[in-house]
C-alpha cells in the first residue's frame, strides 16, 4: 500500500532569525526536500536612484552610503571614483593611498562579518561571530578616529578624501595589522578542519564554472568557483598596480570553498594594507572642486571590486548640477539570480547555509 | 577484574546507609520525594545560570549579571516571566493534545532520579533493574514531543517533532549497547552494585562505551552538536514554537533537568558515582555531575549542528557497529582474562578504542545529500 | 563525505574556546562605564554660533534632506538678521556637509550621543535651543581648533591584550 504524499510550500518569510536581511523565499518541499523556490524581495526599497536625480553630486554621496551597509567605504569610493572620471578631476597621492588603505580595512569588516554569519547559520552558537565582531570593532574604533561615524562614513569626496588622518591613527593601525594573522589563524584553527563543517558545507550548493560566467557572478562567489577575475588586476584602479597580491581562487564552487576564499582574502588585504603603509607619502588630501560640479555631457561606467562583488556605477550627466541618471549595479542582486538553482535537490537545513554562504545585502539588493 | 583494591577507598563511614532510612516504607519513600524534587528544581535552576554565565565566559564577554550580584537571581527572573505569560493555545489545534503534552515529557524525566544513588544505599528504590528502568522510562517522553508537535497546528513544529523522534529513537539502541559494556564488567544491573565495584572507575575500563555513550546522550537530549530541533537559525523554535507561559517553561525545565539527568548517569556508570577520597560522598557527586555539565556546554559553545539525514547516519553506521564491536570485546575480556592485573587491561583496551576509532572513521561514508529533482 | 582527520578538528576547535574562558571579557558595562568617543564624532546636536552667523545660507542648500529652515531679514546696515534658524533633527542624516560647508565656521556637530526624545515634536531643533553655550560640547568635526582639546578615543586594540 502506498502512501499519498503531496509537497506543502513553506514561506520562509521576510522576518526570519537568519536571512541575511528582509527576504523571503518561498520554498515548495516534499518532506525535507526542496523542490522549487521562488524569491521575492522589495521589501528594503527606498528609491535611491530616483531620488539622486534631484541631488547634486556631492550630495549624492551620504545615499552612497546606504547602499551595501556593511562595506560603506567601498560603496563611496566607487560612485567618487565614477564622477572623477566623468569630469576628469585629479586625485592627489596621499589621497589614492588613504582610500586604498580605507578599502581594504572595509574588505577585512566585511569579510568577518560574511564568514561569522555563515558559520552561526551553519549552528555554531554565535562563538565564532562573536570573535569576529571584535576584530570589526578594532577597525571601526579606527575609522571612527577618522571621520566621526562607525556605520556610514562619508568619507570620500569627489577629488580625494575628506579629512587628513590624525597622528595616532598609523600606530594604531599598525599594531592591528601585526595582529591580524594571529587572530585568522585562530579561526582557522577554530573551524576550518571540523568536521562537522567539512561535512555540512563540502559539496553543498555547488555553482558550476559555466552557470558562474552566464549569469555575470562576480566577487568571491565567481572566485569560489574556479574564474580567477578580480577587477583590480583585471582592470587596475587606484594605485592597485603598486602592491603585489594573490588572488585566492577555489577549485569546486561549493559553500566551503567560498567560506575558503574569503578566509584567505582576509590575508591577502592584511598585506596590502601592510604595503601601503610604507609607500604612503605626504602631501593634500583633496583637489579643488567646485561645490556645484558640472561635468560635461557623457555618460561613464566606474567600477569597483567591492567586498560583495564588482560594484558598479553608471551615470549619465547633461552638465547640470544633478546627474541625470544614476544607475547601480548590485553585486548581492546578480549573485542572487542563481539561488534557485543552487538550492534544488537539497534539504532545508541546506538551503539556509547556502543562502548565507552567497553572503548579500539587502540594502544593495533592494536599493 | 572487581576483586583487586587499589586504593580508591569508599570513604567514610556515612558511606553506606540502612535501605530504608529514616525509618519505615513510607517514610522513607516521602522524605526521598522530597529530595529529589528539591534536588532537581535547584540544580536546574544554578544550571541555567552556569550555563548561560560560561557561553559568556566561553565568547569572551560577561554573561547576564545584572539581575542580583553576578546574575544570580536570573533564572528566577526567567520563571517569573514564563508564569506571568498568556496561555495561548491554538484555535485548530487538538487541545487535549496540546495540554497534556509537557505533562508526558517532563514526568519521565523525574522518575529517572529515583534509582540514582546519591550516596552508599541514599536512593529512593534500589531496584535490582535500576540500568533498565532508566532506559525504558526515559524513552516515554519522546511521546510528549511528539503530542507538542501534533497539537500545535503548525507546519514548522510538526517537522520539529519528526526529525526529534527519529532521532531520538536511533540514538537509543548504541547507548543501550554502550551501557551493557558496564554491566558486564560490574555483574549487575542495579546502580548500587555497579558503583560499588568501581575500584577503578570505568571510564578507563571502557573508554570507548563512554564515547559512544556520551554522544549518544547528547543526541538523546538535543543538546548541540545534535539540536535540530530547537535550530535557532532554521525553524524558529522546532516543536515548542506555539507554546508560552507555564507549559513553556515545562519544557524548558524538561530540557535542563535532561542534562541534569544524562550527568549523573555518566556519573554513577562511568565515573564511579559517589566514591572519592576525602571530601563526604554526596559533594563528590555534586563534583561529577558539574564537571560532565561543563563538558556539555563547552561543546555546546564550539561545535556547528549537523544535518538530520547526517545524523542519523552516525548513529547507524558509526555508533551503532562500534558498540556492538566494544561489546564483544569487552564480553572476551570478561570470560578470558578475569583474574589479570588492571592496569594492563586498560591499556590494551585504550588502544584497541583508538584503533577502532582511526579504522571505523576510514571506512565511514555518509550519503551525498542531494536528491534530483 | 568522510571523517578525514578522526575527529582532531572538533578537538583543536574545543582546545581554542578553552583557551578564550581565561581572557579578560572586553565587555563595557554601559551606563556605569562610558568609552571615550572620536575627536570628531558627527554627535547627535547642531550648535550654532550667532555672533559669526551671517545668514548666507551655504548650510542649507548643502543639506542633501533640506533639514535646515532659515529665515532672514535684512536690517539697517544692510545685513542680513536671522529670523529663524531651525533644524529638523528626524530629517537630519548627520552627514556633516553643513559644517563643512560654512564660510565663517558658525555651525559645530554636537560631542553627545545620548539625546533621544520621548515626542517627534521635540526632534525639531529651534533657534535658541541650537546656540552655543558651556553646557554643549562642540566635536571636532571640520574644526581643528576644538578638536585639540578633546580627549583621546580609547581604542579597543589597546584595551584588548592578548597575551602572545
New interface residues.
Partial sequence: MAIKTEP?V?NIGPA???THGVFRMRTTLDG??V?DMEPVFGYLHRGIEKLAET?TY??????TDRLDYLASMSNNLAYVMAVEKLAGIPVPERAEYLRVIMAELQRLASHLIAVGAF?????????PI??MI?ER??IL??F??????RL?Y?YMRIGGV??DI?E?FLP?LG??VK?MP?FID?YD????????????S???GILPKELAINISASGPVLRASGVKRDIRKVDPYSVYERFEFDIPTGSVGDCYDRYWVRMQEMRQSTRIIKQALEQLSSGEVQSQVP?RLHPPVGEVYGHIEAPKGELGFYLVSDNSIAPYRFHIRAPSLINLTALRDMI???????A?IIFGSIDICMGEVDR | MTTVETGFNSGSSLASLPPDWPGGYWLHWGVFVIIILAFVFLTVLIFIWLERRLIGRFQVRLGPNRAGPFGILQPIADAIKILLKEDIVPAKGDKLVFWLAPVVAFVPVLLIFAVIPFQGGALLADLNIGILYIVAVSSVSVIGIFMAGWGSNNKYSLIGAMRTIAQVISYEIPMGLAIIGVVLIAGSLSLTDIVAAQNIPFILFQPLGFLIFFIAALAEINRTPFDVMEADSELVAGFHTEYSGMKFGLFYLMEYAEVLAISAIVTTLFLGGWRGPVLPPVLWFLIKVFAMFFIIVWVRSTIPRVRIDQIMGFAWKFLLPLALINMFITGLEVILLPEVLPWPIIFLNLAIAAGLVVLWSKFFRLGGGRVEV | MKFERFGLGILKGLALTLKHLFRRPITTQYPEERLTVSRRIRGNELIWSEEKCTGCATCAKSCPQGAIEIVTSISEDNRYIVEKFEVDFGYCIFCGFCVEACPYEALFLGYDYERSKYRRQDLVGAKEDLLVSDQKQASGYGHPEVETTLPRQTLLVERDKVRK
Fill in positions: 506543502f513553506l526570519h532569525p537568519s525535507e526536500v523542490l541631488r556631492t550630495q549624492n554621496i551620504p545615499f558559520l552561526n547559520d551553519c549552528g555554531a552558537f554565535m562563538t562573536l570573535y571584535r570593532e578594532k574604533d579606527l571612527e578616529m577618522v571621520c566621526g561615524q556610514t562619508n575628506s579629512h590624525p595616532e594604531a599594531r592591528f595582529e594571529g585562530e584553527q577554530l573551524l576550518a578542519e571540523n568536521e562537522i563543517l567539512l561535512v555540512r563540502k559539496g553543498v561645490q534544488i535537490g537539497w534539504k532545508l537545513a541546506d539556509i
